[in-house]
């Protein structure tokens, strides 16, 4: 069974730039969650989203967003990148989202470099 | 305060000790406890999830949970320098799959 699938996996951009990430879920799974992971501020949940509804979202500014598509596939975008928003982005799936406190399955993750 | 408070780190035991992981949490409301295990440059992987009070076993690891005093810890017995790893404690809270990670406890184990 194939795990979480998160293109690209490197990339480098430049300030004021816009970038697009995808998430493909483990197959079966409904619920999509984001997660940002710096060196400073550890892992932080962007949002969460299941059946195309966006259920959770943290504390980040507007330029964050994100989406789900009826196939359980996300993507997130990320609008006039700031330095500080070089990070280690993570998508988590999960099997059963009707209840809360299933676990979450990582991605390998997308590195995003903005200079 | 943080919602998930864990001691950064660095932790470290010689093979074949046992390393315990301990992690204190505020929201009372938490249901579900993960650990999950980073190595360097790579993504998180689930290593136990918890949720009753008590011990938890699996192989080498053991995940403990106490709700009355807010803890959760885990324990690798025969520890060996593979397990060397950033060890996060989360928790599922805000409803749904919103998980709150503490910062992680960075493992050395010592050949």
């Known amino acids: 069974k194939a795990g979480v699938t998160q293109t690209p996996r490197y990339l480098i951009k430049t300030r004021g730039q816009q970038v697009t990430l995808s998430c493909s879920p483990i197959?079966?799974?409904?619920?999509v969650s984001w997660y940002q992971q710096t060196p400073g501020q550890g892992l932080q949940f962007l949002f969460e989203y299941f059946s195309e509804t966006q259920r959770n979202k943290g504390n980040f500014p507007g330029r964050f967003s994100g989406r789900q598509f009826s196939n359980s596939r996300s993507e997130m975008n990320v609008s006039t990148l700031e330095l500080g928003d070089s990070a280690l982005y993570l998508c988590?799936?999960?099997?059963?989202?009707?209840?809360?406190?299933?676990?979450?399955?990582f991605g390998e993750g997308s590195w995003l470099t903005v200079v | 305060q943080k919602e998930v408070e864990q001691n950064s780190g660095p932790l470290s035991v010689p093979e074949g000790a046992i390393a315990s992981l301990n992690c204190t949490y505020s929201d009372r409301g938490s249901q579900s406890f993960f650990w999950y295990r980073q190595y360097s440059g790579k993504s998180p992987e689930l290593i136990m999830s918890?949720?009753?009070?008590g011990d938890k076993e699996d192989g080498r690891f053991t995940a403990q949970l106490n709700k009355a005093s807010q803890y959760v810890s885990l324990l690798i017995r025969d520890s060996q320098p593979s397990d060397s790893a950033t060890y996060l404690c989360a928790m599922n809270s805000g409803g749904y799959q919103k998980v709150t990670f503490g910062i992680g406890t960075k493992l050395q184990v010592i050949p």
């Open positions: 988590a799936s999960s099997w059963d989202s009707q209840s809360s406190g299933n676990t979450i399955y």
């Open positions: 918890i949720y009753s009070n």
């Open positions: 197959s079966g799974h409904r619920s």
